[in-house]
């Protein structure tokens, strides 16, 4: 037996878990009709297979009808749920994995007009910023009703074959009890600590009654909300010796901070350019003080960081979440001594802020990740190994290099520059992004390891595509920086990603012109502010950066917000004139009825990227599809068989910013979508 301290095995209670990596509570917003239907089931599976040792499905899995599915939440309160969850559990224990649930109700932390369009309630008025729902105070009755709505959605979850039930206790309504912050009621359940840990106890009892000893029951709760006022660690530790001494749970999982507002999420669940395990020493202290069962999840995105936070005692079970949305098959993985095959988790966090947004969960870097219906993890070998030549080494060239590698295709790669990447090379530029580089530094490797050729500094022509015999071609080329928005003066003005590559240096009076509104607009404005520039960045839409997403705003923020920059919503920059040294900028709004002139030093334009295709047309004419792809087959994972030109030699496609401005994820995605089936 393997001696790795995150291969052993670990007894909870009366459940032995195969070893001491988990996926902790996540909801990914795949239920159909509040259900955990096939796609739910294939996601959770899939990481079950991949040797984790227990999953904990859904994410505040709602209890009650007034704690409404502000991001697609389970509804455990409904009875047909229970065949479903059944479904699961058998499919996840058949894989050898131990699977529960998070169960909880919101309170403020939703919205009035979801679901039923019931009234919020918490134990205070205050509006939790991130929602925006105004609560009603919670009433004795409500009380009541929930903590029986808890004990039965407990039932419903111990009857579908569940391993047990986790509580919700950071920023949803047990903890809105719990902090005095949120907790304006007098009598049982205001005041005191007693008073305001009563409803959790409340809730664990009736769970406990209805569900007996042979259940495992935990809570997930902030034992620091890191607030004036609010549960200090203090408070926190006695928080946590009083819910182990209550001998009605079986583990604490640990959480440092609050979620009321997006900053405060992010502390929580650190992305991209923040610092790793930034809670895990905290999590120690806990389970020191308690000396009993601990969990605990927050940006431990490789195995290194897990290994230590289990070799050192600091915890029981790591969580690895988003590792786990990014590669299912991690624990698989170490097993076999292939920890370098791992697709790294570069927090991206295209995950959470997709849910936060109304969408699904999707892995910026993994397009299987709740695809798992359609798209494979594992790509299957084809019948026929074929010649795949591939132009362009960003991330949709690499992904379908890697996948056509995967086939076993011989498979050759032309790129213009010195060294893969494209856009994401640049925009790993910022220190913030620099996680970024793993999305191709993974890539090559896997290629590399499938015997895939590279060409670099090679301007690649229809001659030297053609000259390869190709049975396929994919261009890859990527996009040039679309600027050309104005009525007049398009050749006054310059790119974001000038400013970001240093090919243009920053002005010092900047309009930043910004209507795709992604990452480049801020990287631009944050080097050139920090270079000591003073930058306005202006928008026609009704906020600014709208893809860049909420928790990804945050370290954005945090920076532009202390430098000179500000932001202008709902006007249109129209035109740019030359006066002597300055640039007169021609601004008008979508609204109508405004003409200002404002002046600058530079005007930077975001305005995505127009496809770098010229190839792609050169050698159209040449190839048996005339390019056409087909969108049912596509769709469907089948083989692409259009032909339209008898004397053509080669299939030819085109996927990512080579077809339109898009994102990282969305060319991931064309590419193998379309090469798993080449
Ligand atoms: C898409 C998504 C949804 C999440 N939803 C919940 C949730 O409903 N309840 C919860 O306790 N945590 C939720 N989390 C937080 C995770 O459980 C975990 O704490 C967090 O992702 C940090 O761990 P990681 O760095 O290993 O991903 C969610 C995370 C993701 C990525
Ligand atoms: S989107 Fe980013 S943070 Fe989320 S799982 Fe993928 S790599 Fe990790």
Known sequence: MSNDPLLQPYQLKHLTLRNRIIVTAHEPAYPEDGLPKERYRAYTVERAKGG????????????????????????????????????????????????????????????????????????????????????KKIEDWDIERIIKD??????RM???????????AYGHLI????????????????????????????????????????????????????????????????????????????????????????????????????????????????????????????????????????????????GMTRAHMTDPHIVRKIIEKREEDIRPCVGANYCLDRIYQG???????????????????????????????IIGAGPAGLEAARVAGERGHEVVVFEAANDPGGQIRLTAQSERRREMISIIDWRMSQCEKLGVTFHFNSWAEADTVQAENPDVVIIATGGLPHTEVLSKGNELVVSAWDIISGDVKPGTNVLIFDDAGDHAGLQAAEFIAKAGGKVEIMTPDRSFAPEVMAMNLVPYMRSLQKLDVTFTVTYRLEAVEKSGNELVAHVGSDYGGIAKQRT????????????????????????????????????????????????????????????????????????????KDI
Not at 62 to 78: E, R
Not at 159 to 168: I, T
């Open 158 to 168: 111990k009857a579908g074959g569940m391993d047990g039930v986790e509580l919700e």
């Open 600 to 675: 600058f030093d530079q005007i930077v334009i975001n305005h995505g990227t127009i496809p770098l295709d010229d190839l792609y047309f050169e050698l159209k004419p040449a190839s048996s599809n005339l390019g056409e792809v087909l969108h049912d087959q596509l769709i469907a994972g089948r083989p692409q068989t259009a032909w339209r030109n008898a004397d053509g030699k080669f299939q030819l496609f085109r996927i990512g910013d080579a077809v339109a401005a898009r994102n990282t994820h969305a060319a991931i995605y064309d590419a193998l979508r379309l090469v």
């Open 52 to 135: 984790v040792a227990m999953t904990m499905t859904a994410g505040s899995a709602a209890v009650s009808k007034d704690s409404p599915p502000v991001f697609n939440n389970l509804l455990a309160y409904m009875d047909e749920i229970v065949p479903w969850i059944r479904e699961m559990t058998d499919a996840v224990h058949e894989e050898g994995a131990a699977i529960m649930i998070q169960l909880t109700h919101l309170g403020r932390r939703t919205r009035w007009d979801k679901g039923e369009w019931l009234p919020v309630v918490a134990p205070s008025h205050h509006r939790e910023a991130s929602h925006r729902a105004f609560p």
């Open 175 to 318: 903890d809105q009890f719990v902090s005095p912050l949120t907790n304006e009621l007098d009598g049982p359940y205001g005041g005191s600590l007693d008073n305001r840990m009563r409803f959790c106890f409340d809730v664990l009892k009736a769970i406990r009654a209805r569900v007996g000893d042979d259940f495992i029951l935990g809570v997930r709760y902030t034992a620091d909300e890191c607030l004036p006022g609010g549960t200090g660690k203090e408070e926190g530790l006695e928080i946590s010796k009083r819910l182990k001494q209550s001998g009605l749970i079986d583990y604490l999982n640990v959480i440092r901070g609050h979620i009321d507002t997006d900053a405060g999420l992010t502390d929580v669940i650190p992305i991209q350019g923040m610092a790793n395990s930034p809670h895990l020493d905290f999590a120690g202290e806990i389970r020191a003080a308690t000396n009993f069962p601990t969990f605990h999840a927050a940006k431990i995105p490789d195995v290194a960081t897990a290994r230590h936070a289990i070799a050192s005692g600091k915890v029981d079970m790591v």
């Open 150 to 155: 808890f004990a039965d959605a407990a039932e």
């Open 359 to 389: 969408g699904a969960a999707y892995c910026i870097h993994n397009a299987a990740t709740g695809r798992e219906l359609t798209m494979p993890h594992s790509i299957a070998k084809a019948d026929r190994r074929k010649k795949v030549v």
